[in-house]
Structure formats: structure tokens, C-alpha cells
């Protein structure tokens, strides 16, 4: 933490935002692979991508700068909203009317919820894949594909998976947008345009992983 403190205000959120595009991308890797549950093959098209993912070498070096990204993300995130509390310990008198305040407003809210979530997938995944817990019974430690169908069928995490991809929404909502300013490309006559596609990625990625748990739980 002592290291992450030299860097100025400005460094922490440059690298907190390459950071968190960095991490936007991945998302579309992971719901691309996600939405293969949704074909009706047994799981094959699912396991075959997933076998892919945890054994080439390639993806494995990849692997290690994704945990990196999260790390930075994550631990920059928290500095800055730390350092931004403290310089403004009371309230405005004056509430900002903006239009991205309430998003704004709950970034550091939304992040923990996104981070617990991140917290409990690892354990249900890659916890179990590098052998620091357990699979269940019947699940070999590389079978996603049947882990997921048991965590599905489950009526609570298939809610608490729904809720928690419906709060990364509102949190990229925001982000995305901040992430260009703090880079320096909000020009005004492209950002109503990143504002605009920004929104309509949070929706997609947020219905796209939640449309998983909504039909193997309650159409399939």
C-alpha cells in the first residue's frame, strides 16, 4: 500500500483506467465462452473452449496479466476513493445535478458488490482448478461445464449472480466514460458517441451474463 501511495493522484487513475479498459475487454472473452452454456450440445462447445482457456500457454502468460489488471484495478480503485473521501470529508451543501452523479455517486459502492461477487467466482472456479479447494462430489476439478449447471440450478446464486452483474452494469456505466476523461480523449465531439456506447456495453454485458442463470434455471 506504502508503494501504491508514491504515485501521484493522476498516475493511480491513468493506471486505474487502462486498468479497467483492460478488464472491459475481457469481459467479452468471458461472456463469448459463457453464452456456449446456452447451446444445447452437452456442454461440448463449453468445455472444449474451456479446456482451450486453462491449458494453452499462451493463455496462461494471458492469465497472469488479466490477475494483474484485476490487482491494480482494484487496489488503485480503492486509494483513489480513500484519497477522494479524505479531501472532502463533509458533504456539498449543493448536491451535483450532473448527469452521471448517481452513477458516479455509487462507483466505490458498486465496485465492493462486483468484488465480493469476483471473490466467490474465483472460489467456485479457478479456487478449485489450481486445487486450493475442493470440487464437489462427482465434479472432476476441470469440469466447468457441470460445475455451472450445479451452481445454477441453484435458485439463490442464480439471483446473486443476476444482482451482481446488474451492479457491474450501473458500475461500467460510469467507468467506461471516466476512464476516457481521465485519459484525456473526452473531446466533445466524439464523447456523446463513448457515452452512448458505453451505456449500450453495460446492458449487454450485464443482460448477457445474467440471460445464462435466467435459462438454465428457469427455461431450460
Known sequence: ???MLM???????????????????????HLGINLMLLNDDGGLMFTEAATFMGTN??????EIVL??????HILFGLVVSVQNRAARPKAYVCGNSSETSFFSKYMFHTGIIVFIFLCLHFIDFYFIKIGLVS?????AIH????RSLLLFSSSWYSLFYIISFIFLGIHLNHAIQSAFQT???????????VKIIGSVYSVLIAAGFSAVPIYLYFLK
Not at 57 to 62: C, D, T
Not at 67 to 72: N, V
Open 1 to 3: 500500500m506504502n508503494v
Open 7 to 29: 504515485f501521484s493522484s493522476i498516475t493511480k487513475k491513468v493506471l486505474m483506467a487502462l486498468a479497467g479498459l483492460f478488464l472491459v475487454t475481457f469481459l467479452c472473452v
Open 57 to 62: 500457454s499462451l493463455i496462461k502468460v494471458f
Open 67 to 72: 490477475f494483474a489488471g484485476f490487482l491494480i
Open 135 to 139: 470440487p464437489p462430489p462427482g465434479i
Open 143 to 146: 469440469d466447468f461445464y457441470h
Open 183 to 193: 485519459l484525456g480523449l473526452n473531446h466533445s465531439k466524439y464523447m456523446g458517441a
